[in-house]
């Protein structure tokens, strides 16, 4: 959900620093069907199925981060799109040094309000002896704010950063310089 309300409010921003939201339909994604595979993934261990089929939710969750990344590779030349790559990487580096799930403090999850339930999968929960602590789930927004309390990454911050510089730099806001745009840089 944070990274639903980031693009919410990279929408949103759009206009007030100049830009033209009609431009993100110019936009031509390559490989579409690889993120929506990645999804698709994510959706299915973590909501589906979390407390079913032992042992299928960590290859799972692998698989779906190399389906993103061939996403992201093919759409390198977007404004961002490497930031957000580097952000799952990121994400991806911690998940894999800690046996397929996202490390998690306690303080993080205590803060937002979080409890995994023994038994089923979670794509982020404290482990034993955390590998790349600094790389997981380490920060977290309370669970007194509506909707988006949830702990995230440094990975995960670096997504936001991308998604939003990805909306205003392809909508010719005046937050993106020209060149930082790419091929994006004569929109005005």
């Known amino acids: ?25 110019d936009i031509d994604l390559k490989l579409v069907w690889a993120i929506a595979v990645a999804l698709g993934l994510q959706i299915l261990i973590i909501s589906v199925i979390p407390d079913r089929f032992e042992g299928i939710h960590v290859p799972l969750h692998f698989l779906s981060n190399v389906f993103a990344a061939v996403f992201v590779w093919a759409n390198r030349s977007i404004p961002g799109m490497l930031v957000i790559g580097l952000g799952a990487l990121c994400n991806v580096v911690a998940i894999a040094a800690n046996g397929g799930v996202m490390p998690a403090t306690p303080a993080a999850l205590k803060a937002a309000g979080l409890d995994t339930k023994a038994g089923e999968f979670a794509n982020s929960t404290v482990v034993s002896n955390p590998k790349l602590q600094l790389l997981g789930d380490v920060f977290a927004i309370p669970d007194s704010w509506p909707i988006i309390d949830n702990v995230f990454s440094i990975g995960d911050v670096l997504i936001a950063l991308g998604i939003v510089w990805l909306i205003h730099g392809v909508c010719g806001s005046k937050l993106v310089p020209n060149r930082f745009r790419g091929a994006w840089a004569e929109v005005s």
């Open 1 to 25: 959900m944070i990274l639903v309300a980031v693009l919410l409010l990279g929408l949103l921003t759009v206009p007030l620093a100049g830009g033209r939201l009609s431009r993100l339909a």
